[in-house]
């Protein structure tokens, strides 16, 4: 079925830094996408979302880009800290169901 | 408001072995869904109940049934566990009628020897 994956497995930044994760999509039908967070023995955390007819939006420290013409988004951290340490997934959503990627992990370095 | 609920927090079964995993919501939300998540890997959906009585197929369906009998509650059974079962298991519910958001619990610790 379609699904959705990720380019890099693990992204080691120095605290301060910025972080860019990125995501690629197959689903041409979806238009909804979402970021979450994971930490370790925790169920998935809400971070930012954005929908198809926008191609970026801002919130706290995180900033998410969608570029539908090579179906691909990404998650922006800004100055990262020791507490963003955890596993990022990019899910997608063509309606009532949400299609999960493969996860990046990362790692802050003090 | 407690949000979304599993039961149990961790389980250990032996292969062959039955057993129901309970996922609870408080937020009268339609839609609930069962996850599983394997080591490094992201959240495959494997059934999921768009109202009360209703339920589908995800991507990953074979070897598990699922009931709705109470829009509040959705239960995931295993009738005859096996190894490649060994996982954690993730609900969520969603009211997508008012936006798309998506509630997870805290996850069922799953291994089958």
């Known amino acids: 079925g379609e699904s959705v994956g990720l380019h890099l497995p693990t992204l080691s930044v120095q605290e301060g830094d910025n972080s860019i994760i990125n995501c690629a999509y197959s689903n041409s039908a979806s238009d909804y996408f979402i970021w979450y967070k994971q930490e370790s023995g925790k169920g998935p955390q809400f971070i930012i979302d954005i929908r198809s007819n926008m191609d970026k939006r801002q919130g706290q420290r995180v900033t998410v880009l969608l570029n539908k013409t090579v179906k691909h988004l990404s998650l922006q951290i800004a100055a990262t800290q020791p507490g963003d340490s955890a596993v990022y997934f990019c899910a997608e959503s063509p309606g009532n169901k949400l299609t999960f990627g493969g996860g990046t992990r990362v790692l802050v370095k003090p | ?113």
């Open chain 2, 1 to 113: 408001n407690a949000g979304v609920t599993q039961t149990p927090k961790f389980r250990v079964l032996k292969t062959g072995q039955s057993m129901t995993l309970l996922c609870a919501q408080d937020m009268n939300h339609e839609y609930m869904y069962w996850y599983r998540q394997d080591p490094g890997m992201g959240l495959r959906l494997i059934h999921y109940s768009v109202g009360e009585g209703t339920t589908a197929k995800g991507e990953v369906p074979d070897g598990y049934n699922v009931s709705r009998l109470k829009k509040q509650n959705f239960l995931l059974g295993l009738e005859s566990a096996a190894p490649s079962q060994t996982s954690v298991y993730f609900c969520a519910s969603s009211a997508l009628a008012s936006g798309r958001v998506w509630f997870f619990g805290p996850g069922t610790r799953l291994t089958v020897l």
